[in-house]
């Protein structure tokens, strides 16, 4: 009995620790922000590393989710007749939900699994103490220029999954099920608010980019300096981001459209 | 006169580690130790593997802080010192780690003359030179070019060097510099620390464990073991030490104060009752 308690203090109190570094981490690493002001290319070439690099598996995986909802939507609309409704239907489950909740999770697989093996082998590999014994700050040379990046990326990446399902929607509901092209489009014209609908998915894409980016630098960070080390930070990466994507949209889904 | 200034510069010792006290959870790593590394000399720290030699270099550069103790570098308390203070210090430090460490995205040239780059506003001619004779010093100009995935060790720890001397710091600290090298590139590591202390007018704390490399271009060496310094002299005295445990560790004889086996039950229980 007093065994498990012990244990069950140890494991809270190791838990309250890491979340305590990985706030001072993330405080860390803002301070190295303006400082990138003369560095725009480090964040340049990050924004090419996490953001350009991860179109196909976005873009590809937008479409798909895009058709689908297509198919879906058309089969429960048609039975009512209100298959013209099929663009807004579509668009709003993209740009509320689908868009920053999707391209978040495919972020944390593609770039974020990436971030952490990147800066656990360089910690592995002495980079990040030789840097700091170089007098250079790893937090801000390294680190907050993914961050940046991160934070840039993921809005956009999320933005573009939204656009390329609604490609995707138009061609399976007005390409294939004959879907009325005009009221497809004047539809989701009428009905998709600017603030609404579009911001609040932006902001949601915001606080997933932070999150994801987050995790995923601090676990690479503070993983043990092994290939077992890394490799389980990886796996943690992708597992605590996908979690908390997926609770912080509840919270925000509940905050924006909860009334 | 002169010999005067001398003496008494290698009288002002530019570490000076007074009672250090280190743990790791509640073992401890150092229990006690007093250390002084002079101005310009090639000072060795030696002991068996796991002894914290590593350890002691990160405590010297600030990259842990002392349970107990001082650390004194270039006249400022290492352990007390803030962020900023702290990056101030390293500037006028080398560390060379074991596998080199170098960033690994970026080519030779782009290493060396990364701490440039970081730390001064030399125009991009400037640094060219300074990185074509930084790698001059080591022999590997010709590799400037190359990735770090192209360089064998010895050269990756070679141009670490390179990269560690280019802000010509007043020490350097090598980590384990000659551990898995070939009889060439040892040699080669060997007579290039030499040479680097005494043409630059550096001051050297190397540690390593291969002894007969070490003490033969040292100036002075302390020998570590157990969290207490055990011996400590000049090559010639270390190597005439009266202690038993220090001849094992130098002539690296199997059997002495350090046991070949584990300790361990009887062999006959053991193989007859087991466990």
Known sequence: ?259 | MASNADSQSTRDPIVQIRGLRYFRGSRPIFDGVDIDITRGKLTAIMGPSGTGKTTLLRLIGGQLRPDAGSIIVDGERVEKLDHKGLYQLRKRMGMLFQNGALLTDINVFDNVAFPLREHTRLPESMIRDLVLMKLQAVGLRGAHKLMPSELSGGMSRRVALARAISLDPMMIMYDEPFTGQDPISMGVLVSLLKRLNDALNLTSVLVSHDVKETLSITDYAYVISEGKVVEHGTAEAIKNSKSEWVHQFIHGESDGPVPFHYSAPELMDDLMHGD
């Open chain 1, 1 to 259: 009995m007093l065994d498990a308690l012990q244990r069950l203090g140890s494991a809270s109190i190791t838990t309250l620790e890491r979340l305590g570094r990985g706030h001072l981490f993330l405080l860390h690493v803002l301070t190295g922000i303006p400082g990138l002001v003369r560095r725009l290319g480090l964040v340049v070439y990050q924004i090419y590393s996490v953001g350009v690099l991860s179109l196909l598996i976005i873009g590809v995986a937008g479409l798909f989710v895009g058709m689908v909802l297509a198919l879906q939507g058309y089969n429960t609309l048609v039975d009512f007749g209100a298959e013209e409704s099929l663009g807004v239907l579509v668009a709003l489950s993209l740009v509320r939900e689908l868009g920053p909740v999707v391209a978040s999770l495919l972020f944390a697989g593609r770039a974020g699994s990436a971030l952490t093996a990147e800066i656990g082998l360089m910690k592995a590999t002495e980079q990040l103490s030789a840097l700091e014994m170089m007098a250079v700050d790893p937090l801000h040379r390294i680190v907050a220029p993914r961050f940046l990046a991160g934070f840039i990326a993921l809005p956009l990446l999320a933005a573009l999954f939204s656009a390329v399902g609604v490609l995707g929607a138009h061609f399976v509901g007005v390409g294939l099920l004959g879907v009325d092209e005009g009221a497809f489009w004047s539809q989701m014209q009428a009905k998709i608010d600017l603030h609404e609908d579009v911001y609040n998915g932006v902001i949601k894409s915001l606080v997933f980019g932070v999150v994801c980016t987050w995790i995923a630098l601090f676990q690479g960070y503070d993983a043990v300096p092994t290939s077992e080390g890394v490799s389980g930070a990886t796996t943690r990466t992708v597992v605590h981001s996908a979690l908390a994507v997926l609770g912080l949209d509840f919270v925000l889904t509940a905050l924006m459209f909860g009334e």
